[in-house]
């Protein structure tokens, strides 16, 4: 995924529920014409396995193929995400790669994006309340982590700095 | 002699059920280990027969609303749930959120649970919730989480809501109603304290606003008003059954059957399908391990564990026993818990088989799978080559656990000085 010049700015855009138009808006709005996109979304393992943890958990029902709800999840997974990328895509409108990984978030980003010479991504977290620890658990390791320049863009237009609270140390003027 | 053998047995059972080798049913072990240890006299054929006359109405019971669990789903009640939750999560006239959405899989999580039992929210309930949640494009993981641990914490309030409540129900002399009473309070109380730590543990996923595509239609899924109208005649018979001195287990029969005849007369479902959802192994390997435990109890384990749980049904009396319950379903499972317990605590009254009940039921959220045996034994296995992130989960559960024990033992506390124990 190494960019050169001659191959155009290599960017990865994470593709997250809820958030990705935002993310996919400003990839195309800050790369030039010939860069190379990979739209990258990745579906949490813990989720099915929680699913699948309840259904062991119902002891001496454990049989019956295509009872597992971990099974079904993992099958509702993938369709959503590779509906979801599609949709990406669409929006994206420009030939791009598709990249789906089953795993833990954060990492999975981060390893994918190592290469990249931009990674796009929306904030996550409680938006309600700005301060240190309003980046999910998520971005905040993204940010701290990635190895490349990253974009973090509102999923939202982004409130006016008239929001931001006064300085608790008083203008000396 | 008969000690070593009925606990060898019950070994055996238990590990084939964790194991189970080449997804052979739990009763291939535990219906032989119940004829050898009667046959080698560790438990005598009277006392095999007594627990199999007490066991053969709740695992009738359970039948009838695993039927009838199974032909709500052919129905599409849970369908429905969905897309009831699907439409009003995206609403223009409602606050839309994650937020939201959590608060009706909560109501519709804890009402599937108490009324078709904790099989039907895991099985059924669980893909649906989160078919909604990607269609809502919302995090899933708040939702999934809700739906495994309500099917635990949400089983308490009616006693076909978990099989451990069947057993304790039939235990503790209770009518229905009257168990319903005792247990509405700690249901609720367990509920809130659920929420309330769902919301702050999950405030960064609870953020993302719903962004259905405005290109999809929802399709249109009426609700199965016939399926809802026999349920709700089920639990009205359920407490008429009780106040007559009927079994309310023939109010479930009937149900299943009405929606039986009428799901076989449209040809909506096979005979065979029934049978299926029945479960009959399941069936077996409940009477089964129920005499092994009997021959365990009787054996010596009883008068081991007896000391261990506190006699009566005062305050500090509950906390204990509910913790004691909660531990011992944490080391294997609940039902072999309930099984052991509930003979030791009948004799204080009903007010201490509830406390059993809140622990079995609450304490599974604890670890991933309701028991530490069956965890270490997947670790172990390590499928699929990737353990399961166990942090979270656990995280989760030393949050919601202790927290929701020490509240529905107060509530239930409170319950039996003003219903009466």
């Known amino acids: 995924m190494a960019g050169s010049e001659s191959q155009g700015r290599s960017v990865v855009v994470w593709v997250c529920e809820g958030t990705w138009r935002a993310s996919v808006d400003a990839g195309l709005s800050v790369s030039p014409a010939g860069a190379r996109f990979t739209l990258l979304h990745v579906t949490p393992a813990e989720v099915a396995d929680a699913a699948h943890g309840a259904y062991l958990g119902l002891f001496g029902r454990g049989r019956g193929a295509g009872r597992d709800p971990g099974a079904r999840l993992d099958n509702l997974a993938a369709a959503s995400a590779g509906d979801l990328l599609a949709r990406a895509a669409d929006r994206l409108g420009r030939d791009c790669e598709k990249l789906e990984i089953h795993g833990h978030a954060e990492r999975a980003v981060v390893a994918a994006s190592a290469q990249a010479d931009l990674l796009v991504m929306a904030r996550d977290g409680d938006r309600s309340r700005l301060g240190p620890k309003s980046l999910g658990k998520a971005a905040r390791f993204v940010v701290d982590h990635a190895a490349c320049p990253v974009l973090l863009v509102w999923p939202e237009p982004a409130p006016d700095i008239g929001t931001i609270p006064p300085s608790p140390i008083s203008d000396p003027s | ?421």
């Open chain 2, 1 to 421: 002699m008969g000690e070593s053998i009925a606990l060898l047995a019950l070994v055996a059972v238990l590990a084939w059920a964790m194991i189970r080798p080449r997804g052979w049913p739990e009763a291939v072990v535990a219906v032989p280990a119940a004829v050898i240890l009667i046959a080698a006299g560790a438990i005598g054929g009277s006392g095999a027969i007594t627990e199999a006359r007490q066991l053969g109405p709740v695992i009738g019971f359970l039948a009838a609303i695993l039927v009838l669990a199974h032909l709500c789903d052919d129905d599409g009640l849970f369908q429905a749930c969905g897309a009831w939750m699907a439409r009003t999560g995206t609403s223009p006239r409602t606050a839309t959120g994650a937020r939201r959405l959590l608060a009706q899989v909560f109501v519709i999580a804890s009402v599937t649970t108490a009324v078709l039992s904790l099989d039907a929210t895991v099985v059924l309930l669980t893909p649906v919730v989160f078919a909604t949640a990607s269609r809502l494009e919302v995090r899933a993981k708040p939702q999934v989480y809700a739906c495994t641990h309500l099917a635990n914490s949400a089983s308490l309030l009616l006693p076909v809501s978990n099989l451990t409540n069947l057993l304790a129900f039939a235990a503790s002399g209770l009518a229905f109603p009257r168990f319903a009473a005792l247990m509405a309070l700690p249901w609720l109380a367990v509920i809130g304290t659920e929420y309330a730590v769902f919301t702050r543990f999950f405030a960064a996923d609870l953020s993302v606003r719903p962004r259905p595509d405005p290109d999809r239609r929802e399709k249109d899924t009426s609700l199965p008003v016939f399926t809802l109208a026999v349920l709700a005649l089920t639990l009205a018979g359920f407490a008429g059954a009780s106040a007559a001195g009927v079994n309310p287990a023939w109010a479930a029969l009937a149900g299943a059957a009405v929606l039986a005849v009428r799901a076989l007369a449209r040809h909506r479902v096979a005979p065979v399908a029934l049978i299926r959802a029945a479960d009959l192994p399941f069936l077996l390997f409940v009477l089964g391990l129920g005499i092994v435990v009997k021959a365990v109890v009787s054996n010596g384990l009883g008068t081991a564990i007896a000391p261990l749980l506190p006699a009566g049904t005062s305050l500090p009396a509950l906390l204990a026993t509910a913790a004691l319950a909660a531990a011992l379903a944490n080391v294997c499972n609940n039902l072999p818990a309930v099984l052991v317990l509930l003979p030791l605590a009948a004799p204080s009254g009903a007010g201490a088989v509830l406390a059993v009940l809140l622990g079995v039921n609450i304490g599974p959220n604890l670890s991933y799978t309701g028991s530490l045996a069956t965890l270490l034994w997947r670790r172990i296995l390590r499928q699929h080559g990737s353990a399961p992130d166990l942090g979270e989960f656990t995280r989760l559960g030393l949050l919601t656990v202790p927290a929701g024990l020490l509240v529905a033992v107060l509530a239930l506390w409170v319950s039996l000085h003003g219903v009466g124990g």
